[in-house]
């Protein structure tokens, strides 16, 4: 559905040629990348920590994305941006974080992106995650654990992706 109103929105503005790009320790950013590529109808997904990454210059736009540890994206993805800002401003481009801790949404953004990506952003958007303890270390169950907290937790919104590819496309449907 959304990818008819996506194409429709495009006759006559050429094809959303788009590039999503993620870093994800898990498999759960990847998940929601490739989520999101659904979305549209030419879009390239791209592991950020595998490098060999195709120049921005040919896409018309850039979708961003990284979990939060420990309130922290990760390097890739910061890196990433830092070293392509400049070519990123030219075009519409959109960040995504996953995390579990939605209260906290606003500070991930504000502390792990310079001010002026956050305001040429087009969309940005915290997704939710999932959270397995038995994917992680033997100290992070003792310490969740401890702390009483549950050992899985899922708190993908799918109607906050819904809304994102909405926003990026936004433009080209007036
Ligand atoms: C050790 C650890 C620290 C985490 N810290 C945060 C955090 O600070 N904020 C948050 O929202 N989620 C946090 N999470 C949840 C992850 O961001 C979430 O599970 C995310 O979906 C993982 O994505 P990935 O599978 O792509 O790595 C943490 C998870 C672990 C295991």
Known sequence: MLKRRAQAALKGSGLLKTLILYASKYGTTRKLAKR?????DDATVCNLKDGDIPPVSGFDCVIIGSPVYGGSIQKEAKDFILQTKTALYEKEF???LSGT???DEDKYFQENFPAGVLRAA????????????????????FIVKRAKQPLYSNTIDFERIKQFIEDMVER???
């Open 94 to 96: 959109g960040l995504f």
């Open 122 to 141: 087009k969309a940005t958007a915290f997704l939710g995650g999932i959270f397995d303890a038995s994917q992680t270390g033997r100290l992070t169950r």
């Open 172 to 174: 080209y449907e007036s």
């Open 36 to 40: 999101i590529a659904k979305g549209f």
């Open 101 to 103: 801790n939605a209260d």
